[in-house]
């Protein structure tokens, strides 16, 4: 499949704004066919006039964009038909370059340098895009500029196309252009948020946090005014014989990913790292929030190494400490459900090595209860609550292999001296050989040829300092990426509502009339997605349903939003009294 077998190619750049939550708000559009030559200039008083762009979209038709879902969200913003083909070149050069450092970034100013061709300088670029964003009346002179300008990055993209094209594999290309999409049709979407609730958040946040503090640090007494104290932490992890990583000085390691994974381990952490983590890094005034009441923000698709999202922690509602989505709330008169795949790494890693015990465990429904009993740890007929302990035990050793721990981790996150953690994980190398070979040969080819790749091309390159641990967890981490993409592609291109993808999961908008034929719907399709990625081995997936008036509840910060909703009653109580 080449470009020239379509009749026409479309080099398309749009400039808006894009404010805080909202929709893109189009200033202008330049189009270049690759063929004919022909140019398309248009302001935004001409593009609001079409019901569809000025250009083919049609099947014989390529639309060629850098970063296309900032296009197709251009698109809907307008209320136009997305293209049936898009090739994005930011995703083929992040595909290209992924695992590297591109010296100039992953922009379009950086794509060029990459290839040695001239562009815009940077400082211009810079103006032109603040012009773009300024809004208000537009001189003739402002008018004539912007369109000038976004013409030099239609004549970069059009140059750029050549340089790229060996590398370009076409018809997975298509198919991360059919992702932008889908990503774009979410970023409009966004999700719904409880505003009244976000407001007497930000309102009362600065005073609200010394409270908070005494209300959740009274369980472990570490902070001293609004500063947590290493000393009285080390203190209450001897007097709760929890076993805690450090740093090679001896200190212990206080970064959240510790917190995190200990929390995990140790269930009565959850609340103090969720307060950590809500006063060390939240910003209620960053979340982005519309005007319509919805969360949106940048996915940044194809971010990250493994080809995940990477949108931004502070702007994501699903980014920032766990409590804080109990503001996402349905709207009346819907529902919305959030659709996950059961242990969907394992499931990956069991179809893609065609590991029969491993397949066979993952069918089972509860993969790490499987496990033990195909070790010979517990009987056959073991039950979650008859072996609770040892089902644990061996949840932790199947996450520490996803996560590539080694004994003294997998130790401390069960609580077991390192002898056990090493039985577990000899265990796991017994039980699932034909796994551990293929990982390991995935490892040793990543080492001589430098890189590995999905099953839909998504490619990583080891780099001048390969990491073996991330190059084993590539295979799954990297087609459960792509598994959400095509889950994503097929569920918006049902016409069900998508309000964001996240990690393994879809979070879904629908009328409560139709919520359950919606989830069910989602569901067979997500499972439809897992088949294709899996070449036929299907995962299965849980639904959180959430029905009006109800919100969002996760369990990990549930005593996180109740001490804080209880807190800011109590206020309001005492307000009103006075």
């Given at each position: ?6 009749r ?36 935004v008083?001409e593009?609001q ?10 099947e ?15 698109h ?13 070149i ?26 040695g ?53 076409l018809?997975?290309a ?36 010394d409270?908070?503090?005494g ?11 609004r ?32 917190f995190?994974a ?100 993952y ?56 002898i056990?953690a ?17 990982s ?25 300092d ?34 964001a ?51 969002y ?23 009103v009294?006075?």
């Amino acid at each position: 499949m080449d470009v020239e077998q379509f009749r026409e190619v479309w080099f398309v750049d749009f400039e808006f704004s894009a404010p805080s939550g909202a929709v893109p708000q189009v200033r202008c559009l330049v189009a270049k066919e690759l063929h004919s030559g022909k140019v398309i200039k248009m302001w935004v008083d001409e593009l609001q006039g079409l019901s569809s762009p000025p250009y083919s979209i049609d099947e014989e038709a390529l639309f060629v964009a850098y970063y296309a879902s900032a296009e197709m969200g251009c698109h809907l913003a307008l209320g136009w038909p997305c293209p049936v083909h898009v090739l994005d070149i930011f995703c083929e050069f992040r595909n290209l370059t992924n695992g590297l450092k591109p010296t100039f970034g992953s922009g379009l100013l950086g794509a060029l340098t990459y290839f040695g061709l001239g562009s815009i300088e940077s400082a211009e670029k810079t103006y032109m895009r603040d012009l773009a964003i300024r809004g208000g009346d537009y001189s003739e002179a402002e008018v004539v500029a912007l369109l000038d300008y976004c013409e030099t990055d239609v004549t970069a993209l059009a140059n750029l196309l050549p340089m790229m094209l060996p590398y370009i594999d076409l018809p997975r290309a298509l198919l991360r252009g059919r992702y932008m999409k889908a990503a774009a049709q979410i970023e409009h979407s966004g999700i719904p948020i409880d505003v009244p609730m976000l407001e007497q958040l930000r309102g009362a946040w600065s005073a609200l946090q010394d409270t908070l503090i005494g209300e959740i640090d009274q369980d472990f007494g570490v902070y001293e005014g609004r500063s947590f104290k290493t000393a009285r932490f080390a203190d209450w992890l001897v007097s709760n014989n929890i076993p805690w990583p450090q740093l090679p000085s001896g200190a212990l390691d206080l970064k959240d990913a510790t917190f995190k994974a200990m929390a995990q381990s140790y269930p009565i952490l959850a609340s103090l790292r969720e307060l950590r983590v809500t006063l060390s890094q939240m910003r209620l005034s960053e979340l982005a929030v519309g005007p319509d009441g919805r969360n949106r923000c940048l996915l940044s698709a194809f971010r990250a190494r493994t080809g995940r999202n990477q949108p931004s922690n502070a702007r994501f509602v699903f980014g920032t400490a766990v409590w804080l989505r109990g503001l996402i709330k349905p709207r009346k008169g819907y529902g919305i459900a959030y659709i996950d795949w059961s242990q969907q790494e394992f499931g990956i890693a069991a179809a893609l090595s065609e590991d029969s015990l491993m397949m066979e465990a993952y069918l089972s429904g509860d993969p790490y209860l499987a496990f033990a009993i195909q070790a010979g740890a517990v009987p056959a007929g073991a039950t979650k609550k008859s072996h609770k302990a040892e089902r644990e035990q061996f949840k932790a050793c199947v996450l520490a292999v996803q996560y590539g721990m080694g004994a003294e981790s997998l130790a401390l996150r069960i609580g077991q001296p390192v002898i056990q953690a090493n039985r577990l994980l000899k265990l796991h190398q017994e039980t699932y050989r034909v796994f551990w070979k293929w990982s390991d040969a995935a490892v040793d080819y990543a080492m001589l040829h430098n890189k590995l790749w999905t099953v839909f091309g998504w490619t990583v390159q080891a780099g001048c300092d390969p990491n073996p641990r991330f190059m084993r967890n590539f295979p799954m981490q990297g087609n459960g990426a792509e598994m959400l993409r095509l889950a994503c592609c097929m569920v918006t291109e049902a016409g069900i509502t998508v309000c964001a993808p996240v990690h393994d999961a879809i979070l879904i908008e629908a009328p409560l009339d139709q919520l359950d034929a919606v989830i069910e719907q989602t569901k067979q399709l997500m499972s439809d997605a897992s088949s294709i990625v899996l070449d036929g081995f299907r995962l299965n997936s849980d639904a959180d349903v959430i029905r009006y008036p109800d919100r969002y509840a996760d369990e990990r910060g549930a005593k996180m939003w109740a001490t804080i909703t209880s807190i800011l009653n109590r206020e309001s109580t005492e307000a009103v009294h006075i």
